[in-house]
T-cell receptor, first 111, second 114 residues
Framework: ELKVEQNPLFLSMQEGKNYTIYCNYS?????LYWYRQDPGKSLESLFV?????AVKQEGRLMASLDTKARLSTLHITAAVHDLSATYFC???????????FGTGTSLTVIP | SAVISQKPSRDICQRGTSLTIQCQVD?????MFWYRQQPGQSLTLIAT?????????ESGFVIDKFPISRPNLTFSTLTVSNMSPEDSSIYLC???????????FGPGTRLTVT
């Protein structure tokens, strides 16, 4: 069974600081997605990573994918309060249609 | 991309009753999916809604409990049958376009069973 683990599960950080969320998965895949979920809301697509070494950046967030290490990272630069949300990674093995979601990281940015 | 709406957005239901959730997409999608998200948890795939045929269910989910319909390329329903408090969750539908494998999510239906 494919496992997708995120670290940390909970993250509290001060505004202006940097931090990285890690997403490890247990099977071969070269497609990985990052989503953001605000409380009581649905999932918003952040990044689509489709190959080894892919790096995408949007504002204060940067995502990368290392398919050999089966690892994706979501780096937060100079955090602001608006980034407070839960972040999920999702692995697409390319076979079948199922996405395998990570455990989620609940981020709180403290002013 | 695709914009997905769901109805109802939330409901409180009594044990033993059933609720049907509707999912509407603003454009044709090749695949539609139903997920469950229990409070504070990640997403679990319930089933893939297949147009014109029976849905494909994941392990632990059965048609009698979660009947699904998909009469066309833009609409699907999920029924939660004979509900118990353990069915209290957020139910999300998603769509996948023919142009890629990215999934777009609806706003979710928050179900509470008393």
């Amino acid at each position: 069974e494919l496992k997708v683990e995120q670290n940390p599960l909970f993250l509290s950080m001060q505004e202006g600081k940097n931090y990285t969320i890690y997403c490890n998965y247990s099977t071969t895949s070269d497609r990985l997605y990052w989503y953001r979920q605000d409380p009581g809301k649905s999932l918003e697509s952040l990044f689509v990573l489709l190959s080894n070494g892919a790096v995408k950046q949007e504002g204060r967030l940067m995502a990368s994918l290392d398919t050999k290490a089966r690892l994706s990272t979501l780096h937060i630069t100079a955090a602001v309060h608006d980034l407070s949300a839960t972040y999920f990674c999702a692995v697409d093995t390319g076979t079948g249609n199922q996405f395998y979601f990570g455990t989620g990281t609940s981020l709180t940015v403290i002013p | 991309s695709a914009v997905i709406s769901q109805k109802p957005s939330r409901d409180i239901c009594q044990r033993g009753t059933s609720l049907t959730i509707q999912c509407q997409v603003d454009s044709q999608v090749t695949m539609m999916f139903w997920y469950r998200q229990q409070p504070g948890q990640s997403l679990t795939l319930i089933a893939t809604a297949n147009q014109g045929s029976e849905a494909t269910y994941e392990s632990g989910f059965v048609i009698d409990k979660f009947p699904i319909s998909r009469p066309n390329l833009t609409f699907s329903t999920l029924t939660v049958s004979n509900m118990s408090p353990e069915d209290s969750s957020i139910y999300l539908c998603s769509g996948q376009t023919s142009g890629g494998r990215e999934q777009y999510f609806g706003p979710g239906t928050r179900l509470t069973v008393t």
